[in-house]
């Protein structure tokens, strides 16, 4: 028998939602003296209403931007935020927590961890705390744009976003004040799930004899951030051809177990999961087939 050349299956991925990306903004600007001596912590809430972000949707982004001081308040000893007196200010006592409403909490900074450390006062800044953000490097807190201490991603894929996000201002020892002025809050969240096929041939072969036999997996996966359902899988067998496949999925993953012929198949993928179809083709020996 001659050996042949057979081109890759035809194979499509489809489904029907309509793709959207929305970003909301939040602000909380009530000041705050935050200190054992005075209160710590302190919490600034921020509401996000369910009508912001549609069902289905799930988060891909978030960043908390924080307007802060840190002053040494001389002998009133009360922890309340005053003129700087010119002495240390214990940049190591900061400590932010961002929570979001399902209880999920992200360290953006520590006390004590030596994100911030040394006396000398910042003078009100800005931080943007953003996993995309350039590594702190320094000692004294400085304006600009930071990755947190933890991992922001830690609220990747959450769809609870409605309800009350908390940031948690506390200050580790008494007196020389954490002064709060304003928390923004931005949330990004999206419908879209990011899919991706992979179709290979499992020996590896570019050329076929009749008579024989094939195998073909074909990986669809979902790198989230939302779960899919009912995801079209089309994958058409060449004349020829006649096919028997068998299909698996990880975690809650779920498709056809095995069927014959052209796939054509609603798979449900759950975000970081995906489903495997093992595709055995065997190739007629008549010509005429073909």
């Known amino acids: 028998?001659?050996?042949?050349?057979?081109?890759?299956?035809?194979?499509?991925?489809?489904?029907?939602?309509?793709?959207?990306?929305?970003?909301?903004?939040?602000?909380?600007?009530?000041?705050?003296?935050?200190?054992?001596?005075?209160?710590?912590?302190?919490?600034?809430?921020?509401?996000?209403p369910i009508a912001d972000f549609p069902t289905g949707m799930a988060i891909t982004d978030v960043n908390v931007e924080i307007r802060f001081d840190k002053r040494d308040e001389g002998?009133?000893?009360?922890?309340?935020?005053?003129?700087?007196?010119?002495?240390?200010?214990?940049?190591?006592?900061?400590?932010?927590?961002?929570?979001?409403?399902?209880?999920?909490?992200?360290?953006?900074?520590?006390?004590?961890?030596?994100?911030?450390?040394?006396?000398?006062?910042?003078?009100?800044?800005?931080?943007?705390?953003d996993d995309e953000g350039a590594i702190f490097t320094g000692t004294t807190p400085t304006a600009g744009t930071f990755q947190p201490e933890g991992s922001l991603s830690d609220f990747d894929q959450m769809t609870a976003i409605a309800g009350t996000w908390r940031l948690t201002l506390a200050d580790s020892a008494g007196q020389d004040p954490l002064c709060f002025f304003r928390l923004r809050l931005t949330i990004e969240a999206s419908n879209e799930a990011e899919i991706s096929v992979t179709k290979t041939d499992v020996s590896a072969a570019t050329t076929y004899t009749p008579g024989s036999s094939s195998v073909y997996e074909i990986v669809v996966s979902?790198?989230?951030?939302?779960?899919?359902?009912?995801?079209?899988?089309?994958?058409?067998?060449?004349?020829?051809?006649?096919?028997?496949?068998?299909?698996?999925?990880?975690?809650?993953?779920?498709?056809?177990?095995?069927?014959?012929?052209?796939?054509?198949?609603?798979?449900?993928i759950p975000a970081n999961e995906s489903v495997t179809f093992l595709v055995t083709v065997t190739w007629s020996a008549d010509p005429t087939d073909y």
């Open 1 to 48: 028998m001659k050996s042949f050349f057979i081109g890759m299956f035809l194979l499509t991925i489809s489904n029907s939602v309509s793709a959207i990306t929305i970003t909301e903004r939040y602000r909380n600007s009530t000041n705050a003296s935050v200190d054992p001596n005075n209160t710590s912590p302190v919490f600034r809430d921020i509401n996000v």
């Open 75 to 129: 002998a009133a000893s009360d922890g309340v935020c005053r003129n700087h007196q010119g002495g240390d200010v214990f940049n190591n006592e900061i400590d932010f927590t961002i929570s979001s409403p399902n209880g999920t909490s992200v360290d953006l900074v520590n006390s004590g961890s030596g994100y911030y450390s040394g006396n000398t006062r910042p003078g009100r800044i800005i931080v943007l705390f």
């Open 222 to 268: 979902n790198a989230g951030p939302i779960n899919v359902q009912n995801l079209v899988v089309n994958d058409t067998i060449p004349n020829g051809g006649t096919a028997t496949w068998t299909c698996s999925g990880t975690g809650a993953a779920s498709c056809a177990a095995s069927g014959s012929g052209d796939i054509s198949e609603l798979v449900d």
